[in-house]
């Protein structure tokens, strides 16, 4: 007696084995003979320049989360307390980390179902609204214009930050020894001499030498500051545990601006040889976002407790004025602030020149691409000569770029991604994500609401 296949008992075409594209089971379907196919590995295809270690990852992000953002916490801590201070660092670092999760997970497993190596933050963001339900396709290219602005946008505020604190830096320390008597929108004016030269390097490896440079010197200047906070602290009785609602919005602004690294992420993310372990526990992702909520919670607490209402947005404005190693410390900062801003500006750069190369003949590339960098250095520097105000840049910035770019948008694209697939029980991921983004709005509206009141006063 022939042996029969599987479902031919009542007459039923035979079942064939194929893989579900997310695992390696093999499903049963009525379409012929066998065949064991396997998934689509991305990080099996991704180029042979992609070689960065788990341990690397940490490192680059960790880099990348460290940045001038730590010395800002004090004044995060200001608005809040020390007490409110505290426990919201630890939420709204749970907030990121979360939100960055779920873009990394959603940016993996649609590199399965798309079958590409690897995807930046636009391109998830894209390419998910392109396969998404058809009432949302059309918005496809508004969502990535919307992600690449937002991280242009959010590095352009990252530029102003930079400049006013090398200006306050360097006017502090001329104050000091008797130099000139400037305001600080005179010494922003005069980074031009240093920035312009500077930012007319277009090749991203003549950059690494000052990054490494500016790797160690932060890392200095961050001992020294926290030296200083350290060395004879106020008791904890002199110090507001919590203050009003009024003061949320801008701890909120601040907190992002400091803590969210999520422009960074896919780069890192995708340069790694086993991105399976960028997640997970413990994962590269929840190791580096332990480390930098612990350390921004202490320098935060200590900054306030030792500086109180007089902290600035920047910590090293607030070392002693009478002090060799506190004047130290501010030219390192400032040091840091000028090798690190052309790498932040690589970013506004890049987004503006994709969208208007076509534009320009082929044999102008050169002189349009020097003249783009130059309208951008002397929009930040004119900013930050307009409002030097350091503080009121940094809320607005984590106000509006990054409450969009860091919270909403990750949020919206995992909906997207998931629905008619899998949104959990009571469909509790759409409901967790619509939290999300009500969070950010009104993180935003707020935010950019007292930002600009503050604008106003100190006008």
Not at 399 to 418: D, K, M, N, Y
Request: proline share 6%; glycine share 8%.
């Amino acid at each position: 007696m022939e042996k029969m296949t599987i479902g031919q008992e009542n007459g039923a075409p035979p079942i064939r084995p194929t893989v579900d594209p997310y695992s390696s089971k093999i499903q049963l379907t009525c379409n012929g003979s066998r065949e064991d196919l396997d998934p689509y590995e991305p990080a099996k295809n991704r180029p042979l320049e992609s070689n960065t270690s788990s341990f690397g990852a940490l490192a680059h992000l960790l880099k990348a989360s460290l940045g001038s953002g730590v010395l800002a916490m004090p004044l995060a801590f200001r608005n809040a307390g020390l007490l409110v201070g505290c426990f919201g660092t630890i939420i709204i670092g749970l907030i990121c980390g979360h939100v960055i999760h779920i873009l990394v997970k959603t940016s993996q497993q649609l590199c399965v179902e798309v079958k590409k190596p690897c995807l930046g933050y636009a391109d998830t963001c894209d390419l998910v609204f392109q396969n998404g339900p058809k009432p949302v396709r059309r918005f496809a290219p508004h969502v990535r214009e919307l992600a690449d602005w937002a991280l242009a946008v959010t590095h352009l505020g990252a530029c102003c930050v930079y400049v006013v604190v090398i200006s306050e830096s360097f006017k502090q320390i001329s104050d000091q020894y008797g130099g000139p008597d400037w305001t600080v929108s005179v010494y922003c004016a005069l980074c031009l001499v240093v920035l312009v030269p500077l930012n007319q390097i277009t090749k991203l490896k003549y950059l690494v030498p000052f990054s490494a440079i500016a790797n160690f010197v932060w890392l200095a200047s961050i001992c020294i500051s926290i030296y200083y906070c350290l060395r004879d602290p106020p008791p904890l009785s002199s110090r507001n545990m919590a203050t009003s609602i009024a003061g949320l919005p801008n701890f909120i602004s601040t907190c992002l601006f400091a803590m969210e690294g999520i422009g960074v992420v896919m780069p890192i993310e995708n340069e790694m040889t086993k991105p399976q372990q960028f997640l997970g526990c413990p994962g590269v992702l929840n190791i580096a976002m332990s480390a930098v909520v612990a350390l921004y919670a202490f320098v935060g607490f200590c900054g306030y407790l030792s500086f109180g209402e007089t902290v600035r947005g920047s910590l090293t404005l607030n070392l002693p004025q009478d002090e060799i190693l506190a004047q130290a410390a501010k030219l390192l900062v400032a040091l840091v602030m000028i090798l690190s801003y052309a790498l932040i500006f690589y970013v506004p750069v890049d987004v503006a020149w994709r969208r208007i190369s076509d534009k320009i003949p082929a044999r102008g590339h050169r002189w349009g691409l020097a003249g783009l960098r130059l309208a951008g250095t002397l929009l930040t520097v004119g900013l930050a000569c307009a409002i030097p105000r350091l503080e009121l840049f940094m809320e607005l910035v984590g106000a509006v770029c990054l409450s969009c770019l860091g919270l909403s948008l990750p949020a919206i694209t995992e909906t997207v991604f998931r629905w008619g697939k899998d949104t959990g029980p009571f469909h509790i991921i759409v409901i967790k994500n619509a939290i999300i983004v009500i969070f950010s709005l009104v993180a935003m509206v707020s935010g950019v609401a007292f930002s600009i009141k503050s604008m106003i006063d100190n006008l």
